[in-house]
């Protein structure tokens, strides 16, 4: 009997999907001249077989770390797209942006550290498809600011880009105008104190949607909660509006919510099922 209940089990267990991994590690980067860590979800197939798998990086809001894709339950919502077939397998990426907008500012080279140190790591460590066919770029609050930014100033790199309650503002924030104080302690810790007007003008989607080549972004989706706490909902609008009047097609909608991973939760799914269809896979998109 113990026999039979073992070997059931075996077939129970070899019939079983194997389970999603997240894994820490760190990588030398040239641009910032040190190690940074970052957080890698490896699909359940990823254990078996040689084939390559497309790449979604996804960069955190503020006061987060990579560990922020683990931590706040994302992998599990994944996971179910992938089962559901709605979204291919995927190496997700988290890299370590601290509070830096993920520019090139005082804080270091941050979005070289992304779209030139991280990129390279990650197609030479992991069986990754080279190239920007198979590469996604995903980012949430300040790394929305920096996703949407990074589709518009370097739209080579990513075949799509997304983005869920992005920093977009349509002016320089001051304390003035209503930037509480630990939000213009991030804002300097980025862009210099006073505000450097010129590395914001450089960084800002928004003056990024003024120039950007309708024949070469990159598919581009962003949303944000019509309830933003923030009031991101306006800058948000405001790239939609230049977009349009530029003639770059993209997806954008405001969803119910707020401004936190309850909204991002939420609508997860959305920039997920988009980026598959981008890439050429999955069933559905929203």
């Given at each position: 009997?113990?026999?039979?209940?073992?070997?059931?089990?075996?077939?129970?267990?070899?019939?079983?999907?194997?389970?999603?991994?997240?894994?820490?590690?760190?990588?030398?980067?040239?641009?910032?001249?040190?190690?940074?860590?970052?957080?890698?979800?490896?699909?359940?197939?990823?254990?078996?077989?040689?084939?390559?798998?497309?790449?979604?990086?996804?960069?955190?809001?503020?006061?987060?770390s990579p560990a922020f894709w683990e931590e706040r339950g994302l992998p599990k919502l994944l996971e179910e797209l992938w089962t559901s077939g709605d979204v291919p397998e995927m190496v997700v990426v988290a890299v370590d942006g601290d509070n830096s907008f993920f520019v090139d500012g005082p804080l270091g080279a941050y979005e070289r550290l992304v779209t030139r140190d991280l990129v390279a790591h990650v197609e030479a460590t992991y069986r990754a498809t080279p190239g920007r066919d198979g590469r996604a770029l995903l980012g949430i609050s300040m790394g929305g600011y920096a996703a949407l930014r990074i589709a518009l100033s370097r739209p080579e790199l990513f075949r799509a880009v997304a983005a869920h309650s992005a920093v977009v503002l349509d002016e320089i924030p001051t304390a003035a105008a209503g930037a509480g104080s630990w939000h213009m302690a991030a804002f300097h810790h980025a862009f210099?104190?006073?505000?450097?007007?010129?590395?914001?003008?450089?960084?800002?989607?928004?003056?990024?949607?003024?120039?950007?080549?309708?024949?070469?972004?990159?598919?581009?989706?962003?949303?944000?909660?019509?309830?933003?706490?923030?009031?991101?909902?306006?800058?948000?609008?405001?790239?939609?509006?230049?977009?349009?009047?530029?003639?770059?097609?993209?997806?954008?909608?405001?969803?119910?919510?707020?401004?936190?991973?309850?909204y991002v939760r939420s609508v997860l799914g959305y920039s997920l099922k988009f980026i598959a269809a981008a890439l050429g896979a999955g069933r559905k998109s929203p």
């Open positions: 009997m113990r026999g039979a209940l073992a070997l059931w089990a075996a077939v129970l267990s070899a019939a079983a999907p194997a389970a999603a991994e997240v894994r820490y590690a760190s990588f030398p980067s040239a641009s910032l001249g040190r190690d940074v860590g970052y957080a890698v979800q490896l699909p359940p197939s990823y254990a078996t077989g040689d084939r390559r798998y497309p790449v979604l990086y996804v960069l955190h809001g503020l006061f987060e210099g104190d006073p505000i450097d007007p010129l590395l914001w003008a450089a960084s800002d989607p928004l003056a990024w949607a003024r120039k950007a080549d309708p024949r070469r972004t990159p598919a581009l989706y962003f949303d944000c909660g019509s309830e933003d706490r923030y009031g991101l909902f306006k800058g948000n609008e405001e790239l939609h509006r230049r977009l349009q009047a530029r003639g770059v097609a993209h997806t954008f909608a405001l969803r119910p919510g707020n401004h936190g991973y309850d």
